[in-house]
């Protein structure tokens, strides 16, 4: 074969070079930010095959892929092509072609090493289990997984099959099951790939593979006994139903039955180990087909590209962001700890305030044990942690502040106080810092009452806990400048958040639909419904938590200060339930304060009795599904709203903030989805007799009527 050769049938998106006799498959999409295991891809790696099976004497001694890719093996496969796949048929016939092909990789004469840096799922992983070795690099970049069930699939190009065979079945199962994710390290202890090196050597340690058939610690492809075991373990008939058995029972108790996803993978995996490679991936193929085309994968996806789309628009307006390293959280509390310690996390300088040292020696401890988490989960090695605890530097006074170009306010919810913060902090600080307020419902516009430099004005509202929600909402006011929302959005991004961008008003977005759902709720218990009836029904629905838990995690005392300023915008359609005050009285807080609707002493959750009697209830009647329409369609009748408002326009963002803020069921594909698939005009008509019967609260806004007179959806 002539050298160097080079040929590509994919526009650029990959090539193949002779080098010293060793074939290398450079990866590299020239329009995507990674590379993906594309139709067209699959087709360039069959011509290629025909080369190399074809090439007889002049056969390269190995084949070697890589990405060209910083940060990128192959992150899956192109999910706009999966979600385009429409007829059962045509799918097989594809996962027919493409296991051929992966098939052909398997089965070379010479040996194929993945040397991979960066991602490598899904589909990656998929096309790295067919080569003979896999080296890893050591690198935080560097993760490997089969993510699939996360967007209502699992792996089709061989990844039930391979995998267990590869790691063993307990192993394999987390991965294919929950998506789970490893490093290198972790991946080389399963047996996963042969060799781990520094990312400047990759290129070495696979020609090395190649050249010694030897991997740093074991003989490559080698199986360790316990893999070995585990799996003949697995076949024994007694133990294979005790192991799937138990799989079963955790995906059940995480999904509630609503994704079909982790079930049937989990099925097929257990027919595919009970024959050989080939009849498995038969089985494989079969199963993805019939499950790629149902709804609720295709609402899965779908919530893939709503959050592509967010996260594009972001990417664009953070272009003319100022450039931000150092940042001062005001207020070390749960919230200001939480959003200093995740800044931190990301390499930025903090400089984190608290009005005494007592104050800020807790909130650094709170940074401390969140860091020392991720040491205990082996996500961070103790030397990291040093690290990141010396970008964060507690004060109790304004020192250190006057440099500083963006500030997050986020200390106690009281309009006087945010004030006198403001104003203390704008007169400490330069004239070009940008100041964020935390609030979860003040108008910004109120806020910056207090400030000098409006422009540069603006509303962060991060959700609890800051470090695992991924959703923060910015919320700038008709005076917050261009500037501040393109430096704020990109500070956001680099703390890994998705974001939305809303114009202002009390409760915002987010925290204004959530509390007619949450108040819903109440007024139903107060017509007689169980608490448990009423979580029950909404966890059933798909819920997380139901809505009365929900007020026990929030804080009571929270959502009642909530209620009151929503209250005070919008009237009598936000009038809280009457037994939230009763609530408050009796010192009911929630989890945190070990008294709420439910109880924490310690042993088992369960309805605290002693409620029903402070709130004077009397028992009644509510059928289960009028308690998830009234608590889902007021939410839906608020969204409405805010739509003729202006605080908020985009479905993908409406759809993306309940469902990353707050939890709103994903395989219902978010809130407008859902009511597309129900029909507007069947819930106007609900809500009018729920009107009727209940209270104006529940009567439909203008928006929901237009659209069901003109026969509109939410998304197109």
Same mark, same amino acid.
């Given at each position: 074969?002539?050298?160097?050769?080079?040929?590509?049938?994919?526009?650029?998106?990959?090539?193949?070079?002779?080098?010293?006799?060793?074939?290398?498959?450079?990866?590299?999409?020239?329009?995507?930010?990674?590379?993906?295991?594309?139709?067209?891809?699959?087709?360039?790696?069959?011509?290629?095959?025909?080369?190399?099976?074809?090439?007889?004497?002049?056969?390269?001694?190995?084949?070697?892929?890589?990405?060209?890719?910083?940060?990128?093996?192959?992150?899956?496969?192109?999910?706009?092509?999966?979600?385009?796949?429409?007829?059962?048929?045509?799918?097989?016939?594809?996962?027919?072609?493409?296991?051929?092909?992966?098939?052909?990789?398997?089965?070379?004469?010479?040996?194929?090493?993945?040397?991979?840096?960066?991602?490598?799922?899904?589909?990656?992983?998929?096309?790295?289990?067919?080569?003979?070795?896999?080296?890893?690099?050591?690198?935080?970049?560097?993760?490997?997984?089969?993510?699939?069930?996360?967007?209502?699939?699992?792996?089709?190009?061989?990844?039930?099959?391979?995998?267990?065979?590869?790691?063993?079945?307990?192993?394999?199962?987390?991965? %294919?099951? +929950?998506?789970?994710? &490893?490093? =290198?390290?972790? $991946?080389?202890? @399963?047996?996963?790939?042969? *060799? #781990?090196?520094?990312?400047?050597?990759?290129?070495?340690?696979?020609?090395?593979?190649?050249?010694?058939?030897?991997?740093?610690?074991?003989?490559?492809?080698?199986?360790?006994?316990?893999?070995?075991?585990?799996?003949?373990?697995?076949?024994?008939?007694?133990?294979?139903?005790?192991?799937?058995?138990?799989?079963?029972?955790?995906?059940?108790?995480?999904?509630?039955?609503?994704?079909?996803?982790? %079930?049937? +993978?989990?099925?097929? &995996?257990? =027919?595919?180990? $009970?024959?050989? @490679?080939?009849?498995?991936? *038969? #089985?494989?193929?079969?199963?993805?087909?019939?499950?790629?085309?149902?709804?609720?994968?295709?609402?899965?996806?779908?919530?893939?590209?709503?959050?592509?789309?967010?996260?594009?628009?972001?990417?664009?307006?953070?272009?003319?962001?100022?450039?931000?390293?150092?940042?001062?959280?005001?207020?070390?509390?749960?919230?200001?700890?939480?959003?200093?310690?995740?800044?931190?996390?990301?390499?930025?300088?903090?400089?984190?305030?608290?009005?005494?040292? =007592?104050?800020? $020696?807790?909130? @650094?401890?709170?940074?401390?044990?969140?860091?020392?988490?991720?040491?205990?989960?082996?996500?961070?090695?103790?030397?990291?942690?040093?690290?990141?605890?010396?970008?964060?530097?507690?004060?109790?006074?304004?020192?250190?502040?006057?440099?500083?170009?963006?500030?997050?306010?986020?200390?106690?919810?009281?309009?006087?106080?945010?004030?006198?913060?403001?104003?203390?902090?704008?007169?400490?600080?330069?004239?070009?810092?940008?100041?964020?307020?935390?609030?979860?419902?003040?108008?910004?516009?109120?806020? $910056?009452?207090?400030?000098?430099?409006?422009?540069?004005?603006?509303?962060?509202?991060?959700?609890?806990?800051?470090?695992?929600?991924?959703?923060?909402?910015?919320?700038?006011?008709?005076?917050?400048?261009?500037?501040?929302?393109?430096?704020?959005?990109?500070?956001?991004?680099?703390?890994?958040?998705?974001?939305?961008?809303?114009?202002?008003?009390?409760?915002?977005?987010?925290?204004?639909?959530?509390?007619?759902?949450?108040?819903?709720?109440?007024?139903?218990?107060?017509?007689?419904?169980?608490?448990?009836?009423?979580?029950?029904?909404?966890?059933?629905?798909?819920?997380?938590?139901?809505?009365?838990?929900?007020?026990?995690?929030?804080?009571?005392?929270?959502?009642?200060?909530?209620?009151?300023?929503?209250?005070?915008?919008?009237?009598?359609?936000?009038?809280?339930?009457?037994?939230?005050?009763?609530?408050?009285?009796?010192?009911?807080?929630?989890?945190?304060?070990?008294?709420?609707?439910?109880?924490?002493?310690?042993?088992?959750?369960?309805?605290?009795?002693?409620?029903?009697?402070?709130?004077?209830?009397?028992?009644?009647?509510?059928?289960?599904?009028?308690?998830?329409?009234?608590?889902?369609?007021?939410?839906?009748?608020?969204?409405?709203?805010?739509?003729?408002?202006?605080?908020?326009?985009?479905?993908?963002?409406?759809?993306?903030?309940?469902?990353?803020?707050?939890?709103?069921?994903?395989?219902?594909?978010?809130?407008?989805?859902?009511?597309?698939?129900?029909?507007?005009?069947?819930?106007?008509?609900?809500?009018?007799?729920?009107?009727?019967?209940?209270?104006?609260?529940?009567?439909?806004?203008?928006?929901?009527?237009?659209?069901?007179?003109?026969?509109?959806?939410?998304?197109?």
């Amino acid at each position: 074969m002539a050298e160097p050769a080079t040929e590509s049938t994919t526009p650029g998106a990959a090539r193949m070079e002779i080098r010293d006799g060793i074939a290398w498959i450079l990866l590299n999409h020239p329009t995507k930010k990674v590379n993906t295991l594309s139709f067209t891809l699959m087709e360039w790696l069959e011509a290629q095959l025909d080369r190399l099976e074809g090439a007889g004497s002049d056969r390269p001694k190995g084949v070697i892929i890589r990405s060209e890719k910083p940060g990128n093996f192959v992150a899956g496969a192109d999910i706009e092509e999966i979600q385009a796949l429409a007829e059962p048929a045509a799918v097989r016939d594809l996962l027919a072609r493409g296991h051929a092909m992966i098939r052909r990789l398997e089965k070379l004469p010479i040996p194929v090493v993945a040397a991979i840096h960066g991602s490598c799922l899904g589909g990656g992983l998929e096309l790295s289990l067919a080569c003979r070795y896999r080296v890893a690099t050591e690198d935080p970049k560097t993760k490997l997984g089969l993510p699939e069930v996360k967007i209502g699939i699992f792996p089709g190009l061989g990844g039930t099959q391979r995998l267990p065979r590869q790691i063993g079945v307990m192993d394999a199962l987390p991965m %294919i099951l +929950a998506g789970k994710e &490893v490093d =290198a390290r972790k $991946a080389y202890k @399963l047996g996963l790939v042969d *060799e #781990i090196c520094h990312p400047g050597d990759l290129e070495k340690a696979a020609l090395r593979l190649i050249d010694q058939g030897r991997g740093a610690g074991r003989p490559p492809g080698k199986r360790p006994f316990g893999i070995r075991a585990a799996n003949f373990l697995a076949a024994v008939p007694l133990l294979k139903n005790i192991i799937y058995g138990k799989a079963r029972a955790g995906v059940l108790k995480q999904t509630s039955g609503h994704y079909p996803a982790p %079930i049937k +993978a989990l099925e097929v &995996v257990k =027919a595919g180990l $009970a024959t050989n @490679l080939d009849r498995g991936l *038969e #089985i494989e193929a079969a199963a993805f087909a019939d499950l790629v085309v149902t709804d609720e994968a295709k609402r899965l996806m779908g919530i893939f590209f709503m959050k592509t789309d967010c996260d594009s628009r972001a990417t664009a307006l953070a272009k003319t962001s100022h450039p931000v390293d150092r940042v001062g959280v005001l207020g070390a509390g749960f919230m200001g700890a939480g959003i200093a310690q995740l800044l931190a996390h990301k390499g930025v300088q903090v400089w984190l305030k608290d009005r005494d040292d =007592a104050g800020v $020696a807790r909130g @650094l401890k709170q940074c401390h044990d969140l860091f020392y988490g991720l040491v205990k989960r082996r996500k961070y090695k103790p030397m990291e942690l040093t690290l990141a605890m010396g970008r964060l530097h507690g004060v109790s006074d304004y020192g250190g502040f006057g440099h500083l170009p963006f500030v997050i306010e986020a200390v106690f919810e009281d309009v006087k106080v945010k004030h006198a913060v403001i104003r203390e902090m704008e007169a400490a600080g330069s004239e070009e810092m940008i100041f964020a307020s935390n609030t979860s419902t003040i108008p910004i516009t109120r806020l $910056a009452e207090a400030s000098q430099r409006p422009e540069n004005f603006i509303g962060m509202h991060f959700f609890s806990p800051v470090h695992k929600m991924p959703l923060l909402e910015i919320i700038k006011t008709k005076d917050t400048s261009e500037a501040t929302v393109a430096t704020t959005v990109e500070v956001g991004r680099r703390m890994g958040k998705t974001i939305i961008v809303v114009n202002d008003g009390a409760g915002f977005f987010t925290s204004r639909v959530l509390g007619p759902f949450v108040a819903e709720a109440g007024h139903i218990l107060g017509q007689g419904a169980r608490i448990e009836d009423i979580d029950r029904a909404l966890k059933g629905w798909g819920w997380p938590v139901g809505p009365i838990a929900l007020l026990d995690e929030v804080g009571i005392d929270v959502a009642a200060h909530a209620a009151e300023v929503m209250r005070e915008a919008f009237g009598e359609r936000m009038e809280p339930p009457a037994m939230f005050h009763r609530l408050i009285e009796d010192g009911r807080t929630g989890r945190k304060g070990r008294k709420g609707f439910y109880t924490y002493d310690g042993g088992p959750k369960k309805v605290d009795e002693s409620v029903y009697k402070l709130i004077d209830w009397q028992p009644g009647s509510v059928p289960r599904e009028e308690i998830i329409e009234r608590c889902w369609f007021q939410m839906l009748n608020e969204t409405a709203h805010c739509i003729q408002e202006g605080i908020i326009e985009n479905p993908n963002d409406i759809d993306i903030g309940v469902i990353f803020g707050f939890g709103f069921p994903p395989f219902r594909g978010g809130l407008l989805h859902e009511a597309d698939r129900v029909g507007v005009g069947a819930i106007v008509d609900k809500l009018d007799a729920y009107a009727e019967k209940y209270g104006e609260r529940l009567r439909p806004a203008q928006l929901l009527r237009d659209m069901a007179k003109a026969g509109e959806k939410f998304h197109g």
